[in-house]
């Protein structure tokens, strides 16, 4: 993990606005961005814990703790809108009984909000595991996660 980080602050060592770049580059790696990685970049950027911390929990984006063994990210923007996403958002919490941005107690999956996934003229969209699907309903919703749940087990 430290060597993660450490590869992530040199790459984007001298950048301008090298923050948002290296907390990328860090989820990208570990999947999620630890209290450790903070008070490194913190350091290395000559910026406070504080101001580091405020970023990464600004941005829905970044975790600070491991993601769900599946990521599921639910369209809200406006033509998902248009077409029921928020139903499908409160179909999916009662489903999987874990509120946006959480994770089921059994860490298998990951919800979240995402906004467009370019399947507008195909809306409600959703990803899973950054597969996309359009034209979602509850029941479509369903299927796939008794699909994963199958596919874990
Ligand atoms: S608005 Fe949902 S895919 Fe574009």
Sequence with gaps: MLATIEHALARHAGELGALLPILHDIQDEIGHIPEQAVAHIARALNLSR????????????????????????????????????EALVAHAQRHLGCAVHATTPDGA????????????????????????????TPQRFDALVANLVKSDS
Excluded: K, W
């Excluded at 929990?57 to 809108?81: K, N, S």
């Design 109 to 136: 999956f990951s919800l979240e909000a995402v906004y467009c996934l370019g399947l507008c003229a195909s809306s409600p969209a959703l990803s899973i595991n950054d597969a996309v699907h359009a034209r979602m």
């Design 50 to 85: 504080a101001e580091v911390h405020g970023v990464v929990t600004y941005y829905h984006h970044f975790r600070t703790v491991p993601a769900g063994r599946h990521v599921i990210r639910i369209c809200q923007a406006e033509a998902c809108q248009s077409m029921g996403s």
